[in-house]
């Protein structure tokens, strides 16, 4: 085997280990983000509670703060699955190139084989080498785009929708039950629906979004 060969291959090998750290970073971060989340959401929400007496609103604050919680770190951790897309993909993308006997790259649609890589030198320049962000392998794809240029995207998938969603409802009943033992006003509970409200504002903005990445990837 040619020694630039070898030392590509090296370079790839290199590369793919290097990746699988960066992702399983980013899921570890994710994770952390989602315990962080439910701590300070069960501890202000508990604050809320325990301190609420019949007529005084100022305790409502400790419960506001809970409802706000969710939607903070449901962009902190879209964002995280935004960054981590990069190398997820990229990551993806050497798996299918070790693994298919005719893989296909994305950015120009050519077609690689591992074995022409390993025979023929100018085939070594076809799959690129050391592209952890993606951009060569990738080009303009406007799913590799809208994937890792939203954070929106991320914002309204996966388990980061149930999760973080059940917190903001939990929360807006609290504050819902509170307020009606208060005022008896059973118009009070309409404020549930701010959750699902924000969700379709969220996938909403996210397709205007995706609209104009993908006119720029164009």
């Known amino acids: 085997m040619d ?32 315990q962080f989340s439910i701590t300070l959401w069960l501890v202000s929400l508990g604050v809320g509670l325990g301190v609420i007496t019949e007529g005084v609103r100022a305790d409502f604050i400790f419960l506001i703060i809970s409802a706000a919680i969710p939607i903070i770190f449901l962009y902190l951790d879209g964002a995280n699955r935004r960054w981590t897309a990069h190398h997820f993909f990229r990551w993806e993308q050497i798996q299918k190139f070790l693994s298919m006997r005719n893989y296909i790259l994305p950015s120009n649609g050519k077609k690689i084989s591992l074995k022409k890589f390993c025979s023929e030198n100018k085939i070594t320049y076809d799959f690129p080498i050391l592209d952890f962000w993606g951009s060569v392998t990738f080009g303009n794809d406007k799913d590799f785009a809208i994937k890792t240029g939203s954070v929106l995207f991320h914002m309204k998938r996966g388990l980061r929708v ?28 309409f404020i549930i629906a701010a959750s699902p409200l924000l969700h379709l504002s969220l996938v909403l903005f996210s397709k205007i979004r995706e609209a104009r990445i993908q006119r720029r990837a164009e």
């Open 3 to 34: 020694e630039l060969i070898k030392e590509r291959l090296e370079f790839l090998k290199l590369e793919f280990q290097q990746l699988v750290g960066q992702v399983q970073h980013g899921e570890n971060k994710g994770w952390r983000i989602r």
């Open 162 to 189: 149930p999760f973080y969603h059940f917190q903001l409802i939990a929360s807006l009943i609290v504050i819902a039950l509170q307020n009606y033992k208060l005022f008896h006003d059973i118009r009070i509970f």
